[in-house]
């Protein structure tokens, strides 16, 4: 194994794609599209990232900023990678690049049934907010 972490990149796509379909819980639309990531990416350098083996992308994490808070998206670990330390070393690259940016609080959506990313970020020190509710509206 030749583990690595590095920034994301749109040509990254095709493989950071086929993780996500094949991770349960992970909620994908038809904003995922490779021009939308690519746009993500560029509108927020130094805050994406992948893990690699042998060239290989097994973990992937997206998020994005708006000059107070960070938002985290598709965090994803290849099930024959999983309770390595991969999802929480992706996570802390995120956290430290928000800190360096003077961001001190971070935000992450996880749907109902996903009982797997529940548990995760909770055992890595994140909390349920019960105060608030999410509301959504389609732009087309």
């Known amino acids: 194994m030749a583990i690595k ?18 991770t349960e819980g992970m909620g994908l639309s038809e904003s995922d599209t490779k021009e939308n990531i690519e746009r ?14 042998d ?11 708006d000059g107070r808070r960070g938002y985290l998206y598709h ?18 690259l995120v956290l ?3 800190k360096e940016k ?3 609080k971070c935000h ?8 797997i990313g529940k548990t995760f970020w909770e055992k890595t020190g994140w909390y349920k907010r019960d105060e608030l509710i999410i509301y959504s509206r389609d732009i087309k």
């Open 55 to 65: 060239g290989q992308i097994i973990g992937t994490i997206l998020c994005g900023e």
């Open 75 to 92: 965090l994803a670990v290849d099930k024959n990678y999983r309770r390595n330390g991969i999802g929480e070393k992706l996570v802390n």
């Open 102 to 104: 003077g961001i001190i």
């Open 108 to 115: 992450l959506f996880v749907y109902y049934e996903n009982e």
């Open 5 to 22: 972490f590095r920034e994301a990149k749109i040509e990254d796509y095709e493989q950071m794609y086929r993780l996500w379909k094949k």
């Open 96 to 98: 430290s690049s928000l």
């Open 40 to 53: 993500f990416l560029n509108k927020n350098p130094g805050l994406n990232f992948v893990c690699e083996d």
